[in-house]
């Protein structure tokens, strides 16, 4: 069991810049990834995913389909949706 705390998709939706944070989400989890969007190796790509999901640009990048890709993206797990 999590102690994150449950967001709502309205509030993902609200962090969509580097300026109010950028948030995604990714199988039920929510990331907060502002700090990684000026170390992403696809540069501001990242960016299309800002305030939703990660599945459908992961599904065109399969870049990502990697173990140490996945061991990033927890390391920024904020909450669950
Ligand atoms: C490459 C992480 C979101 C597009 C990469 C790589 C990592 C990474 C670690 C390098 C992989 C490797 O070469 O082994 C992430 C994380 C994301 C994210 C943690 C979300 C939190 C996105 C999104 C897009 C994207 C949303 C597209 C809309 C790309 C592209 C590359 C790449 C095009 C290849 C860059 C190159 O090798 O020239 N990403 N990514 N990424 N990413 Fe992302």
Do not use: C, N
């Amino acid at each position: 069991a999590s102690s994150l705390p449950i967001y709502t998709q309205d509030e993902v939706t609200k962090h969509r810049s580097v300026e109010e944070g950028v948030w995604v989400t990714y199988k039920g989890s929510v990331y907060d990834i502002t700090e990684f969007v000026s170390m992403h190796p696809g540069g501001d790509k990242i960016l299309l995913a800002a305030g939703g999901a990660l599945e459908p640009f992961w599904a065109l990048y399969a870049v990502h389909s990697q173990g140490h890709v996945l061991e990033i993206l927890s390391e920024y797990k904020v909450g669950e949706l």
